[in-house]
């Protein structure tokens, strides 16, 4: 393969385009030019030609991964499947995520704690969170300190639906019934829902 020309890109910051007289198009760094002493003109041979791709696909790889997290928090399980997703290989979206993790730009143990943090803001109980984190990747050694970091004592967030559900209603049996089967969909327990709606069950807030 012959290299035809040389430039940067006009739209991506750092990337240099290789441009080959087969008509083929490579994304690169100054780092691939600079290691392979690239220049318009040079002839590679097939064991470079295959070196250079492959010193291509990890460092695209690279710059993937970092515009992905630095749009949005990720766990690395999901990064790894956006990466293959956008083209890259197994091999080359696992080494990515690694130069991520090794840096301390990738962190599922913080990020298991955003993900709890929001779905407890939002009022859901720690079935829902597990769910959550099973779904994005995280490991599953990190999500009871998450849940017992960012959730706390389920009782108050059960006690705020509760009351906002049943505010101005009469707490029969039904109603009651109704509240609970919600936050049963919400992730929580019923051993953590019943002593709640007991305890209530007597106030003024539940009278007619």
Not at 34 to 45: H, R
Not at 157 to 168: D, H, P, Q, S, T
Request: charged letters at 35%; proline letters at 3%.
């Amino acid at each position: 393969m012959t290299i035809s020309k040389i430039e940067p890109s006009r739209h991506v910051k750092g990337r240099i385009l290789l441009f080959f007289e087969s008509g083929e198009c490579w994304k690169a760094t100054e780092q691939e030019v600079l290691a392979f002493s690239l220049y318009p003109g040079k002839t590679l041979s097939d064991e470079e030609s295959r070196a250079l791709e492959r010193a291509c696909g990890r460092s695209g790889a690279k710059a993937r991964a970092a515009e992905m997290i630095g749009r949005q928090a990720l766990s690395k399980k999901e990064l790894q499947k956006r990466l293959v997703r956008k083209g890259s290989s197994e091999e080359d979206a696992a080494a990515a995520a690694d130069w991520l993790e090794d840096i301390g730009a990738l962190d599922d143990e913080n990020y298991a704690r955003i993900v709890a943090r929001h779905y407890a803001a939002a009022g859901y109980g720690p079935a829902k969170v597990r769910d959550e984190l099973y779904r994005r990747g995280v490991p599953r050694e990190l999500w009871d300190a998450a849940i017992e970091e960012e959730c706390g004592d389920p009782a108050a967030a059960i006690e705020r639906y509760a009351a906002a559900k049943l505010r101005g209603k009469i707490a029969d049996e039904a109603a009651l019934g109704r509240v609970a089967a919600g936050l049963r969909r919400r992730g929580f327990r019923w051993e953590d829902i019943k002593p709640v709606l007991d305890r209530l069950r007597g106030e003024a807030l539940w009278e007619e």
